[in-house]
Nanobody, 127 residues
Framework: QVQLVQSKGGPVQAGDSLTLSCAAT????????????IGWFRQTPGKEREFVAA????????NYTVDVEGRFTISRDNLKNTAYLHMHDLRPEDTAVYYC????????????????WGQGTQVTVSS
């Protein structure tokens, strides 16, 4: 089992930066945070959860959706059991609830492939 606890978001202005964190507690015997792929997704009302970014176990593979590439950076600190989503040049269309997720295997883009989810963080970007 993996418990993921996300940081708070909040209202920001267009052009601002915001970093979300995702702290993991791994309770599966013999497993550590570095055994899990981390993904970030976002969701707006009435829409499906949308892939944002993913990072593999040792940060060797990283994927972004085209909408955020060049503005968002995903990272992880395996010693701190924490993953991050650094968001820059935020736009109103980035407004969503953001979720981090974890899974053992690298299948980065599909929400259904992740086994564990954080509680979600509301990010609201005003123009």
């Amino acid at each position: 089992q993996v418990q993921l606890v996300q940081s708070k978001g909040g209202p920001v202005q267009a052009g601002d930066s915001l970093t979300l964190s995702c702290a993991a507690t791994v309770t599966t015997s013999g497993r550590t945070f570095s055994d899990y792929v981390i993904g970030w997704f976002r969701q707006t009302p009435g829409k499906e959860r949308e892939f944002v970014a993913a990072i593999d176990w040792n940060a060797e593979l990283i994927n972004y959706t085209v909408d955020v590439e060049g503005r968002f950076t995903i990272s992880r600190d395996n010693l701190k059991n924490t993953a991050y989503l650094h968001m820059h040049d935020l736009r109103p269309e980035d407004t969503a609830v953001y979720y981090c997720a974890a899974d053992r295997w690298w299948r980065p883009n599909g929400a259904s492939t992740y086994s564990y989810w954080g509680q979600g963080t509301q990010v609201t970007v005003s123009s």
